[in-house]
């Protein structure tokens, strides 16, 4: 009886040093999260896109294609334009005599007018590039931010772009460069077979249909005007011949 008694007041003794091992195996409190609930997934959903496809039926893609479209169609006026005089000023050339001072000074105003056609393309063309490039920018921002709200409002974690193999034209298909342009679309291509379930590009179609509020700083860094000015002509300098 007595070593019974003994053995109750030492566990009541240990008691104080066991509950603080008990509190802390309570669940967490509203709000905590355990350690292993931000663990990743063991096997993530996969979803893919066809990029070129969300674009081309993107409302503010198509308008911007339009704006580059009428941006080249105005360069290009200004390059015919000075083209026209260049053949006017060679057909009053072949009308002037050999070796007279007429025919000297009309062969300075061409070669003056040639070398500052060259001069102008060149400064087109570096517009139209740059207004290009920011075009790209700022659609594949919307991009990033459509694909991410339509993946995680899907429940997916991982999307992957597919590239469609384009259609060549039969008559082309067997020369040199039809088979390097199928050899290039093999070598990027990351995703070989995609079923129709993981594909989100008609969800991501459908999103696009709504303007998107980009995130603070993208929409600046992607801005494009909806006309760009067309540069002043520059000074005529140098000589050659040159065109767009």
């Known amino acids: 009886m ?32 355990p350690a292993d609930a931000t663990a990743r997934p ?27 479209q009428k ?3 105005e360069f290009k006026a200004r390059i015919d334009e000075m083209s026209k005089h260049i053949e006017q000023l060679q057909g009053e050339l072949s009308l002037l005599k050999e070796g007279s001072g007429q025919r000297e000074v009309k062969m300075v105003d061409l070669e003056l007018a040639m070398g500052q056609r060259k001069g102008l393309a060149s400064v087109f063309n570096g517009e139209l590039n740059r207004a290009r490039d920011k075009y790209d ?3 594949y921002q919307d991009l990033e931010v459509a694909v991410a709200q339509v993946a995680k409002d899907r429940g997916v974690q991982i999307v992957l772009r597919v ?14 460069d039809v088979q390097q342009i199928r050899l290039f679309t093999y070598n990027r291509r990351a995703v070989w077979f995609a079923a129709d379930e993981v594909d989100l590009t008609p969800a991501l ?20 005007e909806g006309k760009t000015e067309t540069p002043p002509a520059p000074k005529p300098a140098g000589n050659g011949n040159g065109g767009l």
């Not at 008990?22 to 905590?32: F, I, M, R, T």
């Not at 259609?167 to 067997?174: T, Y």
């Open 2 to 33: 007595a070593n019974f008694c003994i053995r109750i007041a030492a566990v009541l003794a240990a008691l104080p040093f066991l509950l603080p091992a008990q509190e802390n195996s309570k669940p967490p409190a509203n709000g905590a999260t």
């Open 42 to 68: 063991r096997n993530p959903t996969i979803g893919v896109v066809d990029l070129d496809k969300a674009r081309d039926q993107y409302p503010k893609a198509i308008a911007e294609r339009e704006n580059l």
């Open 71 to 73: 941006l080249s169609q």
């Open 137 to 139: 920018l700022m659609i």
């Open 163 to 176: 590239s469609p193999q384009e259609a060549i034209d039969e008559r082309a298909k067997d020369t040199l």
């Open 205 to 224: 179609i459908k999103y696009l249909q709504v303007p998107i509020k980009a995130e603070a700083g993208k929409a600046e860094a992607g801005k494009t």
